[in-house]
């Protein structure tokens, strides 16, 4: 049967490559047609519905594998209430029994911990944003649609493409918000799907992972050694500026779990490697 990714972004796409190199049949869902031709031009079977709408998923095959790692589009309209806890009720409900296997990604959002503690699958989740209120809300929908789904919790995700907009930053003199000294968790985005494969090939039915590198660190080193890489200037920072995204970032993320029950390590364990790679791809 073949396997399915709805949510075809940044991460989606870096798995059903993966999917399609193992020699898979990947079948992606978009909400829009134009992107189905992009779809499928990349060997890949579209299928156009939109997570926000009842209508389209009555025709979905049946897969082996099902992805759900569904985004954000803040220009779309729906809040992202709406499209993470509404929309994957909707989805569930409609399409749940199409799939063998379901993977859901979350993120390390749903920690509010902000006194540089370690956590792990464990460790109650305590939010303190908005964003990790609605991941967690999310985390127990899917849950109680699918008890034998697998939630695989992601630290930040860098890589090829995403140092753009902080290289700009850089150059510019723009200074970043929050504490210099907050603990970052990030996992390279070739991890990060990885790790899907790795649940899928273990069949974690029904368990809880969380994904990120070996190196969590504090965010003014990372700043410093991305301008080093790029050549720029020192990075700044303001404690008062985007202060309300950074509340909760004060954590450090392990992935042992993940190791000792499917195999799984970071191809990029720290940050050094991954970044640079994500540089070099960017130019």
Aim: proline share 6%; net charge neutral.
């Amino acid at each position: 049967m073949p396997k399915l990714i709805i949510g075809y972004g940044y991460l989606g796409r870096r798995v059903a490559r993966m999917w399609q190199e193992a020699g898979d049949e990947v079948i992606a869902v978009t909400r829009r047609p134009e992107r189905a031709r992009e779809i499928q031009a990349a060997g890949i079977t579209p299928f156009v519905a939109d997570v926000t709408d009842r209508q389209g998923w009555s025709d979905l095959p049946s897969v082996e594998t099902a992805l759900y790692c569904v985004g954000w589009d803040r220009t779309a309209g729906p809040t992202k209430r709406f499209v993470f806890v509404d929309g994957l009720a909707s989805v569930m409900r409609q399409v749940q029994t199409q799939a063998a296997r379901w993977i859901y990604i979350s993120s390390s959002s749903v920690y509010g911990q902000s006194e540089g503690e370690w956590v792990d699958e464990e460790t109650e989740c305590r939010p303190t944003t908005p964003n990790g209120e609605i991941c967690l809300d999310a985390e127990r929908m899917f849950r109680e649609s699918c008890p034998q789904g697998t939630i695989l919790r992601l630290a930040g995700i860098y890589g090829p493409g995403r140092m753009l907009a902080r290289r700009e930053q850089l150059l510019q003199g723009v200074p970043f918000g929050g504490d210099p000294q907050a603990w970052l968790n990030l996992i390279h985005v070739i991890d990060a799907a990885s790790a899907v494969t790795a649940i899928e090939q273990a069949d974690c039915r029904g368990k809880l992972y969380l994904a990120c590198d070996d190196e969590p660190v504090r965010r003014g080193e990372f700043y410093n050694e991305l301008s080093r890489l790029l050549n720029a200037p020192r990075p700044t920072f303001d404690p008062q500026r985007d202060a309300g995204r950074t509340v909760g970032l004060n954590k450090r993320c392990r992935a042992r779990k993940l190791k000792q029950e499917t195999g799984w390590a970071p191809g990029y364990p720290t940050f050094r490697a991954g970044l640079l790679t994500a540089i070099e791809s960017d130019d």
